[in-house]
């Protein structure tokens, strides 16, 4: 097997468990920490070259969007600096999630201003093959980024309901209950790491925090616990 089958592979070893956790049916073990935003990030290399990848996650963030903490994404996107194509597709995806009728509106625009109108993104040659070929128009929303991909297909048959997401990923269940906001991240942090030894400051690098927000939210939840 050569080198970059084995890293496509080992992408994909880790990617799916961490969907199937979020919502997305792929069969086989999930992650129940699976973390929405990371995860979203870490899937744009492949949703630029996997059409299939591409539909599910356009079809998830059109039907969940509203439990995706948009603060935390913001700063994340900023910590990133990523490449240009991968924050193309970030803003169609939070554009496809507000013409579905949620809002991630300080995301879009952070971004909206970095597009480059004559700008084209890379995708891979079988994602773009089939508008090439006329058999279908490009995706519009998509388009606007300079991606060029074919109309999204409808696979919500493969999107979990938020009831039953609760049941498989702790990020999602902690937002239900506390909202998508710092509150809830640290909850799930803390729980997560509860039988480690961890620092305020790494809480606040791996979630995208400031210092004084992790520990004002530690402490309280702290002081519920009497520790």
């Known amino acids: 097997m050569s080198t970059t089958r084995r890293q496509t592979k080992a992408i994909y070893h880790d990617l799916l468990p961490r969907w199937r956790s979020l919502g997305i049916m792929f069969s086989g073990d999930y992650d129940k920490y699976a973390d929405p935003e990371k995860t979203l990030l870490d899937s744009l290399p492949v949703i630029l070259s996997d059409a299939k990848m591409l539909y599910l996650i356009t079809n998830w963030i059109n039907q969940h969007a509203d439990v995706i903490h948009c603060e935390r994404l913001l700063s994340?996107?900023?910590v990133r600096k990523l490449p240009y194509d991968e924050l193309m597709v970030?803003?169609?995806?939070?554009e496809s999630a507000r013409e579905a009728g949620h809002k991630l509106d300080s995301v879009s625009r952070y971004i909206k201003p970095k597009i480059e109108k004559e700008r084209k993104v890379q995708t891979s040659e079988h994602i773009e093959?089939?508008?090439q070929l006329g058999q279908c128009p490009p995706e519009p929303t998509?388009?606007?980024?300079g991606i060029i991909v074919p109309t999204i297909v409808d696979l919500?048959?493969?999107i979990l309901d938020t009831k039953t997401i609760i049941k498989t990923n702790h990020w999602i269940r902690n937002r239900i209950f506390f909202g998508c906001n710092w509150r809830a991240d640290i909850y799930t942090t803390l729980n997560h790491k509860k039988?480690?030894?961890?620092s305020t400051y790494w809480i606040a690098k791996n979630l995208g925090c400031s210092n004084e927000t992790a520990l004002r939210i530690r402490k309280n939840f702290e002081l519920v616990e009497g520790k």
């Open 142 to 145: 998509f388009k606007k980024f």
């Open 195 to 198: 039988n480690k030894i961890i």
């Open 156 to 158: 919500s048959v493969k």
């Open 129 to 131: 093959l089939p508008v």
């Open 76 to 78: 994340l996107l900023k």
């Open 90 to 94: 970030v803003g169609a995806l939070t």
